[in-house]
């Protein structure tokens, strides 16, 4: 089944310690990228990546790092998280043409 | 970067057409207008997507204004399960970033 996999689907952490988001995907996409959805603000791009090795910055990057070392990879980074970075994140790929993206079920992140 | 404009929610009966508008009036001409929607505790899922011309799938249709100013996504018999947010979105031709507003909140009564 084509899919959109992140892990974890809920994770609470304290500000300060690293931690990871994993998404990969089974579609051979070349286009990945992570939102953040804030209630009433909808949802933001953070990074994108056009593929391997390829990443640039979304409308809001700040305090985030992605790395795109493989095709259906593309894990997002939080070196430092902070209160402000609570939020629910989704990955979403897509294939050439950037017709139809496919998302994730989300993470449900809670930084105390 | 292109907006849209939606109303924030809608309702309808279950079984009836449902008309969703959109607004874009500073649309250029290569931007494709996207229809996206979002369940409850989901993530995005695409509906539908056109250029200039109406288009049609098994989800819904989409009617696009002849000057691209505005654009209605129809779904032709809505049920329960179409219950959700629904993201109007413009999207460029030189890359794949989507600009995402509030969306409309389509309720469905049975």
């Known amino acids: 089944e084509a899919q959109v996999t992140q892990n974890p689907r809920y994770l609470i952490t304290v500000t300060g310690k690293k931690l990871t988001v994993t998404c990969s995907q089974n579609?051979?996409?070349?286009?990945m990228s992570w939102y953040r959805q804030d209630p009433g603000l909808g949802l933001r791009q953070i990074y994108y990546?056009?593929?391997?090795?390829?990443?640039d910055k979304g409308d809001v990057p700040e305090g985030y790092k992605v790395s795109r070392k493989e095709k259906r990879n593309f894990p997002l980074i939080l070196e430092s998280p902070s209160p402000n970075q609570t939020s629910l994140y989704f990955c979403?790929?897509?294939?050439?043409?950037?017709?139809?993206?496919?998302f994730g079920s989300g993470t449900q992140l809670s930084v105390l | 970067d292109a907006k849209t404009t939606q109303p924030n929610s809608m309702e309808s009966n279950e079984e009836e057409p449902v008309h969703l508008p959109c607004n874009h009036s500073?649309?250029?001409?290569?931007?494709?207008i996207h229809w996206y929607r979002q369940l409850p505790s989901q993530g995005p899922e695409y509906v539908i997507h056109?250029?200039?011309?109406?288009v049609n799938n098994r989800m819904a249709s989409l009617a696009i204004a002849e000057d691209r100013k505005s654009s209605t996504l129809i779904l032709h018999r809505a049920t329960l399960r179409d219950a959700a947010v629904y993201y109007c979105?413009?999207?460029?031709?030189?890359?794949?970033?989507?600009?995402w507003g509030a969306g409309t909140k389509l309720i469905i009564k049975p």
């Open positions: 979105i413009l999207r460029g031709d030189s890359n794949y970033q989507l600009i």
């Open positions: 979403a790929s897509s294939g050439q043409g950037g017709e139809k993206l496919f």
């Open positions: 500073t649309i250029s001409g290569t931007d494709y």
């Open positions: 990546s056009m593929n391997v090795e390829v990443t």
């Open positions: 056109g250029l200039t011309s109406n």
């Open positions: 579609m051979n996409h070349e286009y």
